[in-house]
C-alpha cells in the first residue's frame, strides 16, 4: 500500500468524514467484477476508507466517494454501459455531478466530474491526472473542522 495514500486517508489534517475500512469481500468482488483492472490506489483507499465525503479543493467543490458495495449497483443505476461507457462512476458531489474514472486515456486513468444528464458528455471537468493526486484534493477546500462548507451556513 502507498505510504502517502495511507497517511492522506487515515491522518488527522485531511479534514473530510472517512467512513470505516470495507470490508475484503466487497473490494474483492468490486475489483473481479467492475469489468476494468481498477487502480490499485482505488482499492487501497476503499480498504482504509469504505467511501466517504466532504469539501473538495477543485469544482464541484464537494465529493461522496460510494463505498465498495455500492460502486456496481450505482454504475448499472447511473446507465454506465449505455451512457457512459468510457466512463467508470465512483462517486458523486452530493448534487447532479458524477465523479469517475476517465477510461478513454492511457492508465493510471483521469479523475474526471460531469453533470449526471450529459450524456452526450459535452462539459466534463478533469479533476485529477490520477486517484492519488485526486485523493489530494479531498478535505482541502474551504471547509470546517466538521468537514461542512463553510459557506453553506
Not at 457512459?84 to 492511457?106: C, T
Request: glycine share 10%; with cysteine; aromatic share 14%.
Amino acid at each position: 500500500m502507498d505510504a502517502e495514500l495511507k497517511s492522506l486517508v487515515t491522518g488527522g489534517n485531511a479534514k473530510w468524514r472517512r467512513e470505516s475500512p470495507a470490508n475484503e469481500a466487497s473490494v474483492l468482488d468490486l475489483a473481479q467484477n467492475g469489468r476494468f483492472k481498477l487502480p490499485c490506489e482505488y482499492l487501497d483507499f476503499l480498504r482504509l476508507s469504505d467511501g466517504g465525503s466532504g469539501s473538495l479543493a477543485v469544482s464541484p467543490f464537494w465529493f461522496q466517494i460510494w463505498s465498495a458495495a455500492d460502486v456496481l449497483k450505482l454504475n448499472k443505476g447511473y446507465g454506465r454501459d449505455e451512457f457512459y461507457p468510457e466512463l467508470f462512476l465512483f462517486g458523486s458531489s452530493g448534487g447532479g455531478s458524477l465523479i469517475a474514472f476517465e477510461l478513454r486515456d492511457q492508465h493510471p486513468w483521469p479523475i474526471v466530474s460531469m453533470d449526471w444528464y450529459d450524456s452526450k458528455r459535452e462539459c466534463v471537468d478533469k479533476l485529477a491526472p490520477d486517484f492519488l493526486s485526486f485523493v489530494r484534493l479531498l478535505g482541502t477546500g474551504k471547509d470546517d473542522d466538521d468537514g461542512e462548507d463553510v459557506w453553506l451556513k
